[in-house]
Protein backbone atom coordinates (compact mmCIF):
# COMPACT_ATOMS: atom_id res chain seq x y z
CA UNK A 1 0.00 0.00 0.00
CA UNK A 2 0.92 3.54 -0.63
CA UNK A 3 -0.29 7.34 -0.39
CA UNK A 4 0.37 8.21 -3.94
CA UNK A 5 -0.52 5.52 -6.68
CA UNK A 6 0.57 5.05 -9.98
CA UNK A 7 -2.12 3.99 -12.45
CA UNK A 8 0.28 1.59 -14.61
CA UNK A 9 1.53 0.12 -11.25
CA UNK A 10 -1.98 -0.55 -9.68
CA UNK A 11 -2.80 -1.94 -13.20
CA UNK A 12 0.32 -4.51 -12.93
CA UNK A 13 -0.41 -5.12 -9.81
CA UNK A 14 -4.03 -6.25 -10.50
CA UNK A 15 -2.94 -8.34 -13.51
CA UNK A 16 -0.38 -10.33 -11.38
CA UNK A 17 -2.70 -10.69 -8.81
CA UNK A 18 -5.39 -12.52 -11.59
CA UNK A 19 -2.36 -14.52 -13.01
CA UNK A 20 -1.24 -15.64 -8.79
CA UNK A 21 -5.10 -16.47 -8.52
CA UNK A 22 -4.95 -18.48 -11.23
CA UNK A 23 -1.78 -20.16 -10.32
CA UNK A 24 -3.29 -20.82 -6.82
CA UNK A 25 -6.52 -22.55 -8.11
CA UNK A 26 -4.71 -24.75 -10.40
CA UNK A 27 -2.09 -25.93 -8.01
CA UNK A 28 -4.46 -26.14 -5.15
CA UNK A 29 -6.39 -28.89 -7.49
CA UNK A 30 -3.45 -30.93 -7.19
CA UNK A 31 -3.79 -33.79 -4.50
CA UNK A 32 -0.28 -34.30 -4.54
CA UNK A 33 2.56 -31.90 -2.15
CA UNK A 34 4.74 -32.31 -5.21
CA UNK A 35 4.17 -29.36 -7.24
CA UNK A 36 7.51 -29.87 -9.30
CA UNK A 37 9.92 -31.91 -10.75
CA UNK A 38 12.23 -33.65 -8.38
CA UNK A 39 10.19 -32.05 -5.54
CA UNK A 40 10.76 -33.12 -1.84
CA UNK A 41 8.92 -30.46 0.01
CA UNK A 42 6.67 -31.99 2.42
CA UNK A 43 3.97 -28.86 2.99
CA UNK A 44 0.68 -28.30 0.55
CA UNK A 45 0.76 -25.76 -1.48
CA UNK A 46 -1.55 -23.56 0.75
CA UNK A 47 0.86 -24.17 3.07
CA UNK A 48 4.31 -23.35 1.32
CA UNK A 49 1.89 -19.96 0.44
CA UNK A 50 1.17 -19.16 3.89
CA UNK A 51 4.86 -19.43 5.30
CA UNK A 52 6.31 -17.72 2.03
CA UNK A 53 3.76 -14.83 2.71
CA UNK A 54 4.97 -14.95 6.21
CA UNK A 55 8.90 -14.90 5.03
CA UNK A 56 8.12 -12.01 2.78
CA UNK A 57 6.02 -9.73 5.09
CA UNK A 58 6.20 -8.06 8.65
CA UNK A 59 2.87 -9.55 9.32
CA UNK A 60 -0.26 -11.55 8.30
CA UNK A 61 -3.66 -10.77 9.33
CA UNK A 62 -7.09 -12.54 8.47
CA UNK A 63 -7.78 -9.34 6.99
CA UNK A 64 -4.90 -8.40 4.44
CA UNK A 65 -3.86 -12.19 4.07
CA UNK A 66 -7.31 -13.85 5.01
CA UNK A 67 -6.54 -17.23 2.93
CA UNK A 68 -2.77 -17.60 3.90
CA UNK A 69 -4.21 -16.63 8.15
CA UNK A 70 -6.96 -19.45 7.37
CA UNK A 71 -4.07 -21.79 6.50
CA UNK A 72 -2.14 -20.44 9.46
CA UNK A 73 -4.82 -21.47 11.83
CA UNK A 74 -5.61 -24.51 11.15
CA UNK A 75 -1.89 -25.66 10.21
CA UNK A 76 0.26 -23.49 13.01
CA UNK A 77 2.36 -26.46 14.52
CA UNK A 78 3.66 -27.61 10.97
CA UNK A 79 4.38 -23.63 9.70
CA UNK A 80 6.04 -23.06 12.98
CA UNK A 81 8.17 -26.10 12.73
CA UNK A 82 9.11 -24.78 9.19
CA UNK A 83 10.34 -21.26 10.81
CA UNK A 84 11.40 -22.74 13.57
CA UNK A 85 14.34 -25.24 11.12
CA UNK A 86 15.22 -21.36 9.92
CA UNK A 87 15.71 -19.78 13.65
CA UNK A 88 12.46 -17.70 13.37
CA UNK A 89 9.93 -17.80 16.17
CA UNK A 90 6.16 -17.94 14.83
CA UNK A 91 3.93 -15.09 17.00
CA UNK A 92 0.18 -15.78 16.57
CA UNK A 93 -2.19 -13.03 18.09
CA UNK A 94 -5.77 -15.37 17.59
CA UNK A 95 -7.97 -12.61 19.38
CA UNK A 96 -6.64 -10.12 17.41
CA UNK A 97 -6.19 -12.10 14.32
CA UNK A 98 -2.71 -11.33 13.45
CA UNK A 99 1.00 -13.75 12.81
CA UNK A 100 3.98 -12.11 12.95
CA UNK A 101 7.67 -13.62 12.67
CA UNK A 102 10.77 -12.60 15.00
CA UNK A 103 14.14 -14.04 15.60
CA UNK A 104 14.30 -16.95 17.54
CA UNK A 105 17.12 -16.32 20.74
CA UNK A 106 18.72 -19.39 22.41
CA UNK A 107 18.22 -20.50 25.70
CA UNK A 108 21.93 -18.98 26.29
CA UNK A 109 21.12 -15.55 24.87
CA UNK A 110 23.69 -16.07 22.10
CA UNK A 111 22.82 -15.44 18.82
CA UNK A 112 21.43 -18.44 16.19
CA UNK A 113 22.43 -17.32 12.01
CA UNK A 114 19.67 -15.37 10.35
CA UNK A 115 18.34 -14.42 7.10
CA UNK A 116 16.84 -11.21 8.77
CA UNK A 117 18.10 -7.58 8.66
CA UNK A 118 17.27 -5.28 11.16
CA UNK A 119 16.48 -1.51 10.72
CA UNK A 120 15.61 0.91 13.33
CA UNK A 121 12.73 2.94 12.96
CA UNK A 122 13.25 6.32 12.66
CA UNK A 123 12.34 8.70 15.18
CA UNK A 124 9.27 10.10 13.51
CA UNK A 125 8.13 6.77 12.68
CA UNK A 126 8.10 5.32 16.38
CA UNK A 127 6.02 8.57 17.06
CA UNK A 128 3.55 7.70 14.58
CA UNK A 129 4.01 4.14 15.71
CA UNK A 130 3.68 5.05 19.66
CA UNK A 131 0.59 7.22 18.39
CA UNK A 132 -1.12 4.81 16.79
CA UNK A 133 -1.27 2.37 18.94
CA UNK A 134 -2.54 4.51 21.78
CA UNK A 135 -5.66 5.51 19.05
CA UNK A 136 -6.44 2.22 18.78
CA UNK A 137 -6.59 1.45 22.36
CA UNK A 138 -8.74 4.08 23.02
CA UNK A 139 -11.04 3.53 19.88
CA UNK A 140 -11.38 -0.28 20.53
CA UNK A 141 -12.16 0.55 24.49
CA UNK A 142 -14.84 2.91 23.50
CA UNK A 143 -16.76 0.24 21.92
CA UNK A 144 -15.55 0.91 17.88
CA UNK A 145 -15.02 -2.08 15.86
CA UNK A 146 -12.54 0.16 13.59
CA UNK A 147 -10.55 3.07 14.63
CA UNK A 148 -9.53 5.73 12.19
CA UNK A 149 -7.06 8.42 11.94
CA UNK A 150 -6.36 11.61 9.95
CA UNK A 151 -3.09 12.94 8.40
CA UNK A 152 -2.95 16.15 9.97
CA UNK A 153 -3.35 14.12 13.72
CA UNK A 154 -0.09 12.36 13.37
CA UNK A 155 1.49 14.90 11.71
CA UNK A 156 0.61 17.15 15.20
CA UNK A 157 1.17 14.50 17.31
CA UNK A 158 4.72 14.02 15.87
CA UNK A 159 5.28 17.85 15.92
CA UNK A 160 4.18 18.20 19.83
CA UNK A 161 7.59 16.17 20.75
CA UNK A 162 9.44 19.02 18.88
CA UNK A 163 12.50 20.01 20.68
CA UNK A 164 12.10 23.76 21.84
CA UNK A 165 15.10 23.91 20.69
CA UNK A 166 14.47 23.01 16.83
CA UNK A 167 14.29 25.92 14.23
CA UNK A 168 13.49 23.79 11.02
CA UNK A 169 9.91 23.25 11.04
CA UNK A 170 9.64 22.37 7.82
CA UNK A 171 11.85 19.69 7.71
CA UNK A 172 10.09 18.04 10.89
CA UNK A 173 6.95 18.13 9.37
CA UNK A 174 8.67 17.10 5.89
CA UNK A 175 10.06 13.80 7.97
CA UNK A 176 6.82 13.74 9.97
CA UNK A 177 5.00 13.11 6.50
CA UNK A 178 7.52 11.00 5.21
CA UNK A 179 6.76 8.51 8.51
CA UNK A 180 3.07 8.37 7.74
CA UNK A 181 4.31 6.85 4.01
CA UNK A 182 6.38 4.17 5.18
CA UNK A 183 4.08 3.18 7.98
CA UNK A 184 1.26 2.88 4.97
CA UNK A 185 3.96 0.68 3.21
CA UNK A 186 4.34 -1.59 6.43
CA UNK A 187 0.48 -2.23 6.56
CA UNK A 188 0.24 -0.89 9.92
CA UNK A 189 -1.98 2.48 8.25
CA UNK A 190 -4.93 0.80 6.16
CA UNK A 191 -5.91 3.44 3.00
CA UNK A 192 -9.98 4.42 2.87
CA UNK A 193 -11.40 7.14 0.47
CA UNK A 194 -9.44 9.69 1.61
CA UNK A 195 -5.94 10.42 1.12
CA UNK A 196 -6.06 12.09 4.11
CA UNK A 197 -8.06 9.90 6.54
CA UNK A 198 -6.54 5.62 7.41
CA UNK A 199 -7.53 2.99 9.43
CA UNK A 200 -5.14 1.97 12.21
CA UNK A 201 -4.53 -2.14 11.57
CA UNK A 202 -5.24 -4.11 14.17
CA UNK A 203 -1.58 -5.23 13.98
CA UNK A 204 -0.07 -2.62 15.63
CA UNK A 205 -1.01 -2.93 19.27
CA UNK A 206 0.74 -6.78 18.88
CA UNK A 207 3.65 -5.58 17.53
CA UNK A 208 4.59 -2.99 20.13
CA UNK A 209 4.03 -4.08 23.07
CA UNK A 210 2.66 -2.56 25.93
CA UNK A 211 5.58 -2.81 28.11
CA UNK A 212 7.75 -1.05 25.72
CA UNK A 213 5.11 2.13 25.11
CA UNK A 214 5.94 3.81 28.32
CA UNK A 215 10.02 3.13 27.65
CA UNK A 216 9.34 4.61 24.41
CA UNK A 217 7.86 7.72 25.46
CA UNK A 218 10.53 8.27 28.27
CA UNK A 219 13.39 7.66 25.59
CA UNK A 220 11.33 10.15 23.84
CA UNK A 221 11.12 12.65 25.97
CA UNK A 222 14.58 12.70 27.16
CA UNK A 223 16.05 12.75 24.14
CA UNK A 224 14.08 16.27 23.77
CA UNK A 225 15.61 17.21 27.55
CA UNK A 226 18.86 16.75 25.89
CA UNK A 227 21.26 19.38 24.94
CA UNK A 228 22.45 17.55 21.98
CA UNK A 229 20.62 18.89 18.33
CA UNK A 230 20.46 16.39 15.87
CA UNK A 231 21.50 16.95 12.69
CA UNK A 232 18.26 17.91 10.60
CA UNK A 233 19.52 15.88 7.62
CA UNK A 234 20.26 12.79 9.74
CA UNK A 235 17.23 11.74 11.76
CA UNK A 236 19.40 8.77 13.20
CA UNK A 237 17.75 6.66 15.15
CA UNK A 238 16.54 8.13 18.79
CA UNK A 239 17.61 4.98 20.78
CA UNK A 240 20.95 3.72 21.77
CA UNK A 241 21.39 -0.61 21.21
CA UNK A 242 20.94 -2.76 24.07
CA UNK A 243 21.49 -6.58 24.45
CA UNK A 244 17.90 -6.85 26.50
CA UNK A 245 16.19 -9.80 24.16
CA UNK A 246 12.74 -9.36 26.44
CA UNK A 247 11.41 -6.61 24.24
CA UNK A 248 11.26 -7.55 20.60
CA UNK A 249 8.67 -5.71 18.19
CA UNK A 250 8.67 -8.33 14.89
CA UNK A 251 12.02 -9.14 15.20
CA UNK A 252 14.78 -8.25 17.46
CA UNK A 253 14.00 -4.68 19.24
CA UNK A 254 15.71 -2.78 22.30
CA UNK A 255 14.18 -2.28 25.19
CA UNK A 256 14.03 1.33 24.31
CA UNK A 257 13.50 1.43 20.52
CA UNK A 258 11.50 -0.27 18.12
CA UNK A 259 13.03 -2.20 15.44
CA UNK A 260 11.40 -2.49 11.60
CA UNK A 261 11.87 -6.20 11.65
CA UNK A 262 13.10 -8.08 8.77
CA UNK A 263 13.69 -6.49 5.52
CA UNK A 264 10.76 -7.94 3.99
CA UNK A 265 9.36 -6.94 0.29
CA UNK A 266 7.77 -3.40 -0.04
Not at 21 to 43: I, K, N
Not at 96 to 123: C, H, I, N
Not at 143 to 156: H, I, L, N, T
Not at 207 to 215: A, C, G, S, Y
Request: hydrophobic content about 40%; charged content about 35%; cysteine-free.
Amino acid sequence: MSVDTHPDTDARAGVDDLDLQLADDELLDEGSVSLFEGDEGGLEYAQRRALVTLLKQRFISARTHPRDWSVLVEHERLIRSRLNDLFLDLQVDRAREVAWKRQATSETGSRFPTMLYDAAWSREETLVLVHLRDRLRAGLASGDARVFVDREDVVGYVASFRPAHATDVAGDEKRARNAITSIVKAGLLIGTGSEERFEISEAVEPLIPLELLQELLEALVAANDSEGTPDADEPADLFDDTDDADAEVDADADSAAVTRGPAEEQ
